[in-house]
């Protein structure tokens, strides 16, 4: 069918080559619609450098000489059909290069793929889901999640469970089951290793081939939407894992597109991961910087997911990154760094925050670029997080360590809060870090089973207090031994075990724990959140610090790294009274030694210590962290009088609650105060 002239030269077609159309997937791809009464399909794709392009597919037996398409532009193809597609046809574009071979090539805007080991393109309407999150995004601009509880469970869909033969969930049984279950556990957001279409299983979802489509593996695009939906009707946010660092080189994907470098950069040095065998896109092209802002934008959009997490930052930033001297090539600075990429990023994070201002943009990026988290009109890649990379790398270190040797490694547990607001943290404990021979969580530590629990429960401790938002992957919660095999489930018959069944307690508790205490969470990204009050007692592997919200109220947290107990260790205190322990990872109901504190420990003025006029003598227990609070009066021995203390404040008794969301009551959902 032809068309008119000024048809052709559309808007969006026209913004698409000046790369500033962020939502190109409404004019690229294919699309059916009414044209002069009739219901008719277009489909639209780039590729500047074919010498002819044709549709193929169910509808015409593939053959490619019956669907011809039509340069429209400099570069993209179109071609009318006269009828509407059915659901789930599958369509391929056959692309003659200017050698005049020929290749059939997925859509790279598709909405929906065939299962793997098929390649083609299915259509498929996303249109017509009926959301029911209405409160969970009001939730959102009511309350930004920077002062908020942030404490995200990453997961592998196709590993966290599955049937007895083997048999992944789908995305409909995985909102049944795993839902309720995060949402028992204390965690707030789930963070999903990445569900565009990929066509090889052991590359977990990193090699995408489909950057517009979720993947078939766990069911249809509406029924991921449902899995969104309901997670949100719970109170639960979903961030996706993204990858714009590279692509496969499948030949029916990206690579090449067109018989040229198209998507890539043509020059190896630039346009090649050796390492991971994979091929970097070339963020100079304005068609390849909208096809990727467009597809942040389109999640966002589409699936209302709640934040991204983009992969690999390093290795965009870094023209040598894991490249050799000979094997790159300087910018036109004569520097290292990706001009292009930067650009991109920074254009990547204004398109989102223009149009979704309560996202979260999250850098997993492993190096000191500077001002990863800071605006674009500061200089910044204008994410609003980063993850906290250095942090990760000294404590998986240093709780490596035969704990005879941890005093020699203080360093390891303090540096980072000298940087802890350099950025808008989030603490990882992925993926990354319990495969390929980096052991479980649970196997880094060194000692015995007790002790590598009592490890395991000290360290979450330690983190759960640490400025910074947090994230552990799926497993940890069980005390899993083995490391994560994408291949089988988690090793949920542990739970039968007490050990386990204890450490998972634990997990939940100080989750909960987390949530329900605001000097944990409300002030994360700058120093009024936090004080020390000792970090130079490398002798004894013990670290305290305080941790305040945005009222004062404090929580005091002491650290013990070494399988000893500390019976009689003084510490400064900043107010006279008595102080409890509130929380104790130590404590017999986690499998600990059941050592505790009580909740009458009082200040002696007696003693002065750590620049404080008073101080507390505490019992440590082995590997622990216990978390104390000043209380409003002091209790002495049995028998003598009350003397009472001005109480500090009382308004944190009411932010308790706020980091606990439930949107609505979802089946075997636990109960839980709503905010609504």
Known sequence: MQKSETQRDSLPLYLFHQGTNVQAYEYMGVHCGQINGKTQTVFRVWAPNAKTVSVVGDFNEWDPMRCPM?????????????????????????????????????????????????????????????????????????????DHPVNIYEMHLGSWRRYQDGNVFSYDKLAEELVPYVKEMGYTHIEIMPVTEYPFDGSWGYQVTGYFAPTSRYGTPKQFMHFVDVCHEAGIGVIMDWVPAHFPKDAFGLARFDGTPCYEYADPRKGEHKDWGTLVFDYGRPEVMCFLISSAVFWLKKYHIDGIRVDAVASMLYLDYSRKAGEWVPNKDGGRENLEAITFLQK?????????????????????????????????????????????????????????????????????????????????????????????????????????????????????????????????????????????????LLLQYPQHAA?????????????????????????????????????????????????????????????????????????????????????????????????????????????????????LPPLSTIYLKHKAEKLLPKGGAKTRFAKRSSKSAGKTSTGVITIKSAKNLPKQKSIF
């Open 348 to 492: 990547l994070n204004e398109a989102v925050f223009a149009r979704f201002p309560t996202a979260m943009m999250i850098a997993e990026e492993s190096t000191s670029w500077p001002m990863v988290s800071k605006p674009t009109y500061m200089g910044g890649l204008g994410f609003n997080y980063k993850w906290n990379m250095g942090w990760m790398n000294d404590m998986m270190h240093y709780m490596a360590l035969d704990p005879l040797g941890r005093k020699y490694n203080q360093n390891d547990i303090t540096f980072s809060f000298f940087y802890a607001f350099a950025e808008n943290f989030v603490l990882p404990i992925s993926h990354d870090e319990v495969v390929h021979g980096k052991c479980s969580l649970m196997n880094k530590m060194p000692g015995t089973a007790e002790q590598k629990f009592a490890g395991v429960r000290a360290f979450l401790g330690y983190m759960m207090a640490h400025p910074g938002k947090k994230l552990l992957f799926m497993g940890t919660e069980l005390g899993q031994f083995i490391e994560w095999n994408y291949e089988q489930e988690l090793d949920w």
């Open 503 to 619: 450490q998972h307690r634990f997990f939940k508790e100080i989750n909960h724990f987390y949530l329900e205490n605001s000097p944990l969470w409300e002030i994360d990204f700058n120093w009024d959140g936090f004080s020390w009050i000792s970090s130079d007692d490398c002798e004894q592997s013990v670290i305290v610090f305080r941790r305040f919200n945005k009222e004062k109220d404090e929580i005091i947290i002491v650290c013990n790294f070494v399988p000893v107990e500390r019976e009689q260790y003084r510490i400064g205190v900043p107010y006279d009274g008595a102080y409890e322990e509130v929380f104790s990872t130590d404590w017999s109901r986690f499998g600990g030694s059941g050592i505790e504190n009580g909740s009458n420990i009082i200040s002696e003025k007696e003693f002065p210590m750590h620049g404080m006029e008073q101080s507390i003598n505490l019992r």
């Open 70 to 146: 039509e340069k429209v532009s400099a570069g993209v193809w179109e071609a009318w059909l006269p009828f509407p597609l059915k659901e789930y046809e599958r369509y391929q574009f056959c692309v003659t290069a200017a050698d005049g071979s020929q290749v059939q090539k997925s859509d790279p805007y598709a909405y929906f793929y065939d299962t793997r080991p098929g390649t083609s393109s299915k259509y498929y309407d996303i249109t017509g889901f009926h959301w029911s999150d209405t409160a969970w995004q009001k939730h959102k601009e009511q309350q930004e999640h920077y």
